[in-house]
């Protein structure tokens, strides 16, 4: 049974930091490109992050650049998503997404993926 379980959200206040957590079973981890995808209120579905296999390559959303740091751990099976100098903007609930393959990587569409989590929400506000 595959399951990915997001942890690590809460309210931060502008400036501040937060490590999300993703941890899967039920599948090969080391084998698939895996996504942070976030939802903020009322938008639409925003790609975040991307890693590759083996840790690299890694990409991110312009908004997010320099300020994110997406990592995985391939023998525990988790992805991570260090966020510094956190803003307004990135109030949302975060997902990670393990990516179908030959599918672009900066996917926003939830059927490009073939796992999802439940999210875990992450709020900026002073």
């Known amino acids: 049974q595959v399951q990915l379980v997001e942890s690590g959200g809460g309210l931060v206040p502008p400036g501040g930091s937060l490590r999300l957590s993703c941890a899967t079973s039920g599948f090969t981890f080391g084998n698939y490109f895996l996504n942070w995808v976030r939802r903020?209120?009322?938008k639409d579905l925003e790609w975040v992050a991307f890693i590759g296999g083996g840790g690299s390559p890694t990409h991110y959303a312009p908004s997010v650049e320099g300020r994110f740091t997406i990592s995985r751990d391939n023998a525990k099976k988790m992805l991570y998503?260090?966020?510094n100098d956190l803003k307004p903007d990135d109030t949302?609930?975060?997902?990670?997404g393990v990516l179908r393959p030959a599918k672009p990587y900066y996917s926003n569409n939830r059927a490009d993926y073939l796992y999802w989590g439940q999210g875990t929400q992450v709020t900026v506000s002073s």
Do not use: T, V
Request: hydrophobic content about 45%; charged content about 0%.
């Open 92 to 96: 949302a609930l975060y997902y990670c």
């Open 81 to 83: 998503l260090q966020m």
């Open 40 to 42: 903020a209120p009322g």
